[in-house]
């Protein structure tokens, strides 16, 4: 086991790179790191969280950065997280797919990731992604803030809901209206075009797809492709905390007639070149961000649990506690 630095243009990121008979297995935390079971101190809250690729762990203007290994009943989340405070805000950071980027798209323990955050106290997460556009006018190097979603996906737990328990929350409109608006604001001027709104397929992976699916989500007017904002936003919802997603186009998926077909060389070469606008973002979203949420993400569990009361056993409302305890008295 080695320690190093790896700097992907993305926050730099500190980590382990693991080789030999340990390669693949749960590796120890980050040195230094604070260990946080189902909960949080003061000292490790943060209200706003981003999730990105490799390197997505520290960004410049960050100070009293600390790392922390978080428990949860869905098991690790995919790194530690890194939580340090940007002026007034304390915000968190996770890689998505783990150090080294090892996860693929199906094995991202999305619950785990986003259980943690509420854990943390997190009442809001950005989501940056890479995608593909579906469009002739949204071209490699835009950003896309998206307001919906179309689930292609069909290998990933999507709800904390299970074993006996039994919640619908309402996923009409997957993003939440306030933070979208702000992500986009901030956006503005960083890219070379915004596009405000948008529909964004999520698909397995980690594959891309075909040329006859790339055509079909054209014709259903898809805007963007991806595999990471599900079920991310499903999560979110259901632990009440509000999400959104900056898109940054690197491609044209393979529909297009004179564009090269989408590959990990290219999606590499134009992810780097969206770097320093992501960065910008980040920094210029953070103290636009009320304190208070006027949106209904905040409260998207009334109601939702269909369980009868004396059939949730105890040990369930204990699993649940940081997402739904105050609808499991």
């Not at 579906?134 to 919906?148: G, I, N, S, T």
Request: charged fraction near 25%; aromatic fraction near 6%.
């Amino acid at each position: 086991m080695r320690f190093q630095t790896v700097d992907t243009g993305f926050w730099a990121v500190k980590e382990f790179a693991v080789a030999g008979p340990l390669a693949g297995l749960p590796q120890e935390p980050t040195p230094n790191a604070t260990r946080s079971p189902h909960g949080a101190s003061a000292l490790t809250e943060a209200s706003l969280a981003f999730f990105g690729g490799s390197g997505f762990a520290e960004m410049e203007g960050i100070s009293d950065a600390r790392t922390i290994t978080v428990d949860t009943p869905f098991g690790p989340p995919s790194s530690d997280i890194t939580v340090g405070r940007f002026g007034d805000e304390q915000v968190a950071f996770l890689l998505r797919h783990g150090p080294g980027h090892r996860l693929t798209p199906t094995e991202v323990p999305a619950r785990a990731n986003v259980y943690a955050m509420r854990t943390l106290g997190v009442k809001r997460i950005v989501s940056i992604s890479a995608v593909g556009s579906l469009k002739e006018d949204m071209h490699p190097l835009d950003a896309v803030v998206p307001d919906q979603l179309i689930d292609r996906t069909k290998s990933r737990p999507s709800s904390f809901f299970d074993d006996g328990i039994v919640a619908h929350v309402g996923m009409a409109d997957p993003y939440c209206p306030v933070l979208t608006a702000k992500l986009a604001d901030a956006a503005e001027g960083e890219t070379p075009a915004v596009h405000r709104g948008g529909t964004l397929v999520v698909i397995e992976g980690p594959q891309f797809s075909t040329r006859a699916e790339s055509e079909l989500y054209r014709s259903w007017d898809a805007d963007i492709i991806g595999m990471t904002a599900l079920p991310e936003a499903k999560l979110a919802r259901e632990a009440e905390i509000c999400y959104a997603t900056l898109a940054l186009v690197t491609d044209y998926d393979c529909w297009h007639d004179t564009e090269e077909d989408v590959s990990v060389e290219v999606v590499v070469e134009n992810l780097f070149r969206n770097v320093a606008a992501a960065k910008r973002i980040a920094g210029k979203l953070i103290p636009t961000l009320p304190a208070d949420r006027t949106c209904a993400c905040e409260s998207a569990l009334r109601g939702a649990i269909i369980t009868n009361p004396e059939h949730i056993t105890d040990e369930m409302k204990a699993k649940l506690a940081p997402i739904a305890g105050r609808y499991l008295k």
